[in-house]
Each structure stands twice: as structure tokens, then as C-alpha cells.
């Protein structure tokens, strides 16, 4: 697994206290980390500390990983889309502390067996954590490289036993305006929502991410529970869930609703086709300076383009 040291971190142009501090809980971490690392034996788990401050040992390295060097952590956990927290890149980064992450509940619902609401510890448990580092596109033409920590949704999925009528999966972002100050405003129609084709979502690259880069997820990256779809740009990732419901027919997004001809269901990356404001032909690695050529299904075109045989990727973008 990857353990940065000291000597890798520089600080960055964001000097904000909030975000220089949890930058040096992350230091000391991860030089403990090595010591913990080095002395469990068996599978994956998670060392209690502050709740906030655990870090996830011997976790083996998903085969589906990318061999390209991921971003510096303290790039991908102050540079965020986390509307419920700002539209600025930076606000997650600055107003997410709040969040409060346990007890966090799952709902649910729909067209499967073991409906309820379920503790997240528990939700979580049948399963082991594994860690994959996956490209990510985001819609804005930026773009990054992250070791995930997560479990694949499809055995999840799995577990909760989708009945036949179950074509699509919706998701949904905790709602609640006093711990999200962003939800005050009306940018978004809260809560956020997204959904996949039952087959996307049971496709083997899917994950339910809970950690990166050997931690648990800074609540700016979508803590204690988000989607990973890395064919997908960006806001089909969707953060803090607390629903997951099977539904017969597609959901409604809400980048759907909030402007149709821009966000569609599917999202697919895909150079050959333009968001209406901007090209996608592009994309700039952040901390890097020039672009390089974003890549079909984001470089996952081998492993998902199946799933779209007969489409017409332009009408269903
Ligand atoms: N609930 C929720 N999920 C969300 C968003 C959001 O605003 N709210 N932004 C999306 C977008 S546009 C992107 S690019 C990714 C950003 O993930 P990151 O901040 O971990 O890089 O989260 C996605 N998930
Ligand atoms: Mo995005």
C-alpha cells in the first residue's frame, strides 16, 4: 500500500489554517502508519485513532489499478465539487469539518430483498477493503489520479439482492442544511441524486469508496461513503450518501434537472463530444501545467464500452 513520508508533502499555495492542519494530521499519520504497517498481521483494517484520523492497514492493491502516479493528497483534498459546501473549489476544503460522519445511517429501498436502514459499520462489514487507484475526469476539464480505498458496488449490489424489476440504482447525498451550509442556497435541488444502469452500477470497475490514499475519506471528498464510476465525469461520483434505492425506470439526476442540455444520464467521458460551453477534448492533471488528450470512457474503454454496444453516444451523452 502507499505511504508517503514527510519528505513528499510540500505545502501548497492553499495556506488556510483549517486546511494547514489537517495537512499535519495527515503527516503524523502516515508516519505511524509505517509503524502499524509493519507490525499487523492478517487482512485489511482499520486502526482506531480519532475518528477522523484512521488510517486502513494492509489493504492488497486492486489489479484494476492504473501504473500512473496518483496526485499529491493534499492537491486532491483541496480542490473539490462539493456543492452542499461552496461552489468554490476550495470550500469543501474549509467547510466540511462540520460534517459529522458516524453514527451514519444507509437506507434501502426499492426493488430488492434486504430493504432498511442500515448502520454503516454494519452496512460495510461482510466485506474487504481493497485499494484502487483510478483516473477521474471531472466535467470541467480537470482531471486526477487517486488510490481509492473501497469496496466493488457490485458485490454490495450483491448482498442486498436486486429483484428482477431492479434496472437502475439511484443514490442520494445526505440533506441537511445545518451540518451542509451549501444547502441554504438554492444552486442545486437538494438533495443531490444520481443513478446507473443496473449493470453499470454491477460493473466490476464501480466502487463504494470509503478511504484514499490509505485513510478514511476527508469528509471534503465525499466522507463516510461515495461513489466511484472512473468512466465516467466526475458528478456521477456522488458523495456522503445516505440512500441507495432499485428503481424499474431511470432516476432523474440532479445535474439532469438542474440543465438537461449540458448533464446527461449516461456522462460517459468522451472527447468526441462537447459539453455545450466548452470543449472536452482536453483535460489538465492537476499540478501539472499542460493538457494531454482525455481518452474514451477516460481510458476504461476496454473494460466498459460493452456496455453501451448500439448506442448512440452523442444523443445519449
Ligand atoms: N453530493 C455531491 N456529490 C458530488 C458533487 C457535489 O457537489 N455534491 N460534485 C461532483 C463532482 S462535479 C465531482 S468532479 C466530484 C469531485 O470529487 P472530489 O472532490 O473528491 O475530487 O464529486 C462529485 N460528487
Ligand atoms: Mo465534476
Same mark, same amino acid.
Given at each position: 500500500m502507499l505511504v508517503k513520508n514527510k519528505s513528499d508533502?510540500?505545502?501548497?499555495?492553499?495556506?488556510?489554517?483549517?486546511? @494547514?492542519?489537517? /495537512? /499535519?494530521? @495527515?503527516?503524523?499519520? &502516515?508516519?505511524?502508519?509505517t509503524l502499524l504497517g509493519a507490525a499487523a498481521m492478517g487482512g485489511a483494517s482499520l486502526v482506531a485513532a480519532a475518528p477522523q484520523d484512521k488510517t486502513f492497514t494492509n489493504l492488497p492493491r486492486s489489479p484494476f489499478s492504473t501504473a500512473i502516479p496518483p496526485n499529491r493528497f493534499e492537491d486532491v483534498s483541496t480542490y473539490n465539487n462539493f456543492y452542499e459546501f461552496g461552489t468554490a473549489? #476550495?470550500?469543501?476544503?474549509?467547510?466540511?469539518?462540520?460534517? /459529522?460522519?458516524?453514527?451514519? &445511517?444507509?437506507?434501502? #429501498?426499492?426493488?430488492? !430483498?434486504?430493504?432498511? *436502514? %442500515?448502520?454503516?459499520?454494519?452496512?460495510?462489514?461482510? %466485506?474487504?477493503?481493497e485499494e484502487r487507484i483510478y483516473r477521474f475526469r471531472c466535467v470541467e476539464a480537470w482531471s486526477m489520479v487517486v488510490p481509492w480505498v473501497g469496496i466493488a458496488l457490485r458485490d454490495v449490489i450483491k448482498g442486498l439482492q436486486p429483484g428482477s424489476r431492479? =434496472? %437502475?440504482? $439511484?443514490?442520494?447525498? +445526505?440533506?441537511?442544511?445545518?451540518?451542509?451550509?451549501?444547502?441554504?442556497?438554492?444552486?442545486?435541488?437538494?438533495p443531490y441524486v444520481e443513478g446507473l444502469r443496473i449493470d453499470e452500477a454491477t460493473h466490476p470497475l464501480a466502487l463504494l469508496a470509503v478511504g484514499m490514499y490509505g485513510r478514511v475519506l476527508p469528509n471534503q471528498n465525499g466522507a463516510p461513503l461515495r461513489l466511484i464510476v472512473p468512466?465516467?465525469?466526475? @458528478?456521477?461520483?456522488?458523495?456522503?450518501?445516505? =440512500?441507495?434505492? @432499485?428503481? $424499474?425506470?431511470?432516476?432523474?439526476? &440532479?445535474?439532469m434537472w438542474s440543465a438537461p442540455s449540458e448533464y446527461g444520464f449516461y456522462a460517459n467521458v468522451n472527447p468526441d463530444v462537447d459539453h455545450p460551453r466548452w470543449s472536452q477534448?482536453?483535460?489538465?492533471? +492537476?499540478? $501539472?501545467?499542460?493538457? *494531454? !488528450? &482525455?481518452?474514451?470512457?477516460?481510458?476504461y474503454a476496454d473494460q466498459v464500452a460493452s456496455l453501451y454496444t448500439g448506442m448512440d453516444l452523442r444523443k445519449n451523452f
Amino acid at each position: 500500500m502507499l505511504v508517503k513520508n514527510k519528505s513528499d508533502i510540500s505545502m501548497s499555495e492553499i495556506t488556510a489554517e483549517s486546511v @494547514f492542519l489537517s /495537512r /499535519r494530521k @495527515f503527516i503524523e499519520n &502516515t508516519a505511524s502508519l509505517t509503524l502499524l504497517g509493519a507490525a499487523a498481521m492478517g487482512g485489511a483494517s482499520l486502526v482506531a485513532a480519532a475518528p477522523q484520523d484512521k488510517t486502513f492497514t494492509n489493504l492488497p492493491r486492486s489489479p484494476f489499478s492504473t501504473a500512473i502516479p496518483p496526485n499529491r493528497f493534499e492537491d486532491v483534498s483541496t480542490y473539490n465539487n462539493f456543492y452542499e459546501f461552496g461552489t468554490a473549489k #476550495e470550500a469543501p476544503a474549509l467547510y466540511a469539518g462540520g460534517l /459529522r460522519t458516524r453514527p451514519w &445511517t444507509v437506507q434501502v #429501498e426499492g426493488e430488492v !430483498k434486504k430493504t432498511g *436502514q %442500515y448502520a454503516l459499520d454494519d452496512f460495510l462489514k461482510p %466485506y474487504a477493503l481493497e485499494e484502487r487507484i483510478y483516473r477521474f475526469r471531472c466535467v470541467e476539464a480537470w482531471s486526477m489520479v487517486v488510490p481509492w480505498v473501497g469496496i466493488a458496488l457490485r458485490d454490495v449490489i450483491k448482498g442486498l439482492q436486486p429483484g428482477s424489476r431492479a =434496472k %437502475y440504482v $439511484e443514490f442520494t447525498t +445526505l440533506h441537511d442544511p445545518t451540518q451542509m451550509p451549501g444547502q441554504k442556497r438554492n444552486v442545486l435541488d437538494w438533495p443531490y441524486v444520481e443513478g446507473l444502469r443496473i449493470d453499470e452500477a454491477t460493473h466490476p470497475l464501480a466502487l463504494l469508496a470509503v478511504g484514499m490514499y490509505g485513510r478514511v475519506l476527508p469528509n471534503q471528498n465525499g466522507a463516510p461513503l461515495r461513489l466511484i464510476v472512473p468512466w465516467k465525469y466526475g @458528478f456521477k461520483s456522488i458523495k456522503s450518501i445516505v =440512500k441507495i434505492r @432499485f428503481l $424499474e425506470d431511470p432516476p432523474v439526476s &440532479t445535474w439532469m434537472w438542474s440543465a438537461p442540455s449540458e448533464y446527461g444520464f449516461y456522462a460517459n467521458v468522451n472527447p468526441d463530444v462537447d459539453h455545450p460551453r466548452w470543449s472536452q477534448a482536453k483535460e489538465r492533471r +492537476l499540478g $501539472e501545467i499542460f493538457k *494531454q !488528450k &482525455t481518452l474514451p470512457f477516460n481510458g476504461y474503454a476496454d473494460q466498459v464500452a460493452s456496455l453501451y454496444t448500439g448506442m448512440d453516444l452523442r444523443k445519449n451523452f
